[in-house]
């Protein structure tokens, strides 16, 4: 077995050691109720609101929209964050001094970030759908999206929050870049459908692989009859995996340069610099 | 000079003189370092430094604050680019060295709370994995977790989380990430700063017993009786030059050519530096007999040796520069 492969391997290991490190981190568990329960209140304010001419509630409409933002969010927050902190504390720098270790790092985080996005997915889901009526019923092949598009939505919005990631110059940098997200939350149609905005505003939601992983989600999870609330009443699948395989082509085609660039210019000085200031944020 | 030589034991000043000498490259020759710059933001960091590194040798680089120790150090183990001069470690031009040559190399990193959620063993073990297929017939790659464990005496904190570890602790834990992988040379960037006197003793062992199984031991330091403990060769960096390269106890020898007298006369303190000591001593007591008191003959230790070379150069003082080139002249 080549070495690349046997790092790779470590890689696997790495991610599923870090997976059980978080679920087993009192801090990080209360993160993951947290945002089910910020997830959970407008869904339960909403749930007794018909949506016009859909046959659901606006709660129905919510939750499977919202299980696609988390996706998207922890797809290109978390690996943002997570890779400017590990930057700053060393984790990389660890990883840059031992043979190929950055393969398995980057594996590793791969993993990790996947298994945290479809575990921030599944508590929402588990509570949500005892909340509203009508979601993840009419079973079959419908569920069978999820199998490509949580995937494919996990491929398109890794690589940009490594490219975030990479650049930020500290987490704090990365938190502060994460702000705009929550503006394009706002129109992706996650928490009323996208055709209820003016026309400008939808074409600018769906430039973004936020509103179509959360379209790819509602189409998974909602009645057939839902779709009369979606642009053109279709679920479009066809332009889902055109825009998320869109975003997962530039996506790995951006992301190893950025990463190879930051990876090189890792050094202890620049380090040591970074803790510097950091300690001097805290002190 | 010839004074110190005729002071010295001859067959001491014998073996000293060819430890100090600065081998010619060949297959014993582990680090060659020649003619390193560095610029950084028009600055010139390094400006021209030289030196070389058996199999085996425990080099030790001393040197103020902003000298360039660390940046040395990054540039051969290839984590920085340099501005010019030729670089061979382990064979290779860091610059284009592959994961293969990385294998052989062990860094100790200044570390400070990365990986605070892992296990002790858990870390240890995984780092080590990425050196197995490295192993070769000669060198068992990586060291076996647990044994290792036991050699920086962590046995205890095995099943600890990494973020509860004590800073004495967690730079043991730094040490044995640095030589899991069975390295044929270390880098050690201050490796004992924040070490309590008894782990730093330990640690001592530790070099010592892997330079014996010929690794060879680059490290950075600011203490100097550290240095003079552990050292085949201390290096002083200042002014992005190599000032000063020899065994320690010829540095401190060379250096105390010149030896402080220090008495009282009258209730009043005298101090005088002087080659000849005896001589002097006996001159004063002739002069002036029973007056003198509190007599005290201090030959300089490497750290006066140390301080001085780096005031003066730090002074910009043209006479001080010279001194540390005669003084790195007379290490060849």
Redo the contacts between chains.
Sequence with gaps: MSPVWYAARAGVRRGWTELRQTFTTGQDVFGYVLWTVLLMVPLFLNKDDPLKGAGISEGAFMLPSMLGMTLAFTGIGTTAQLLATEREDGTLLRAKAVPHGMVGHLVGKIIMVSGTAVFSMVFPFAVGVFLVDGVARQGGGALLTLVWAIPLGLLATLPIGAVIGSLASSPRTAAFLMLPMMGLFAISGIYFPISEMPEWLQTVGQVFPVYWVGLALRSALLPADAVVAEIGDSWRLLETAGALGAWTVAGLLLAPPVLRRMARRESGAAMAERHRRAMQRVG | MTNTHALAKAGEAGEAGEAGSSPPPGSDTVIDVRDLRMRYRSQDVLKGVGFTARRGEVVVLLGPNGAGK??T??VL?G??MRSGGDVTVLGTDPAGGD??W??R?G?V??????????RVR?LLA??G??????STTLIQRPWDADELLAAVGLTEQAEKRIGTLSGGQRRRLDVA?GIV?RPELLFL?EPTAGLDPEARNEFHGLVRSLADENTTVLMTTHDLVEAEKLADRILILAGGRIVADGPAAELSRRASAEVTVRWTLDGRPFEEATAQPTRFVRRLFEEHGEAIGGLEVRRASLEDTYLTMVRELEAGDASGERAAHALGEGAR
């Excluded at chain 2, 570390?111 to 892992?118: L, N």
Aim: proline share 3%; glycine share 6%; aromatic share 18%.
């Design positions: 660390t940046t150090i990054e183990e984590f920085r994961e293969r990385r294998a190399l860094i990193l200044q570390s400070w709370r990365d990986h605070g959620k892992w858990e995984h780092l994995s990425y050196y197995a297929p490295y990430i992988g960037d």
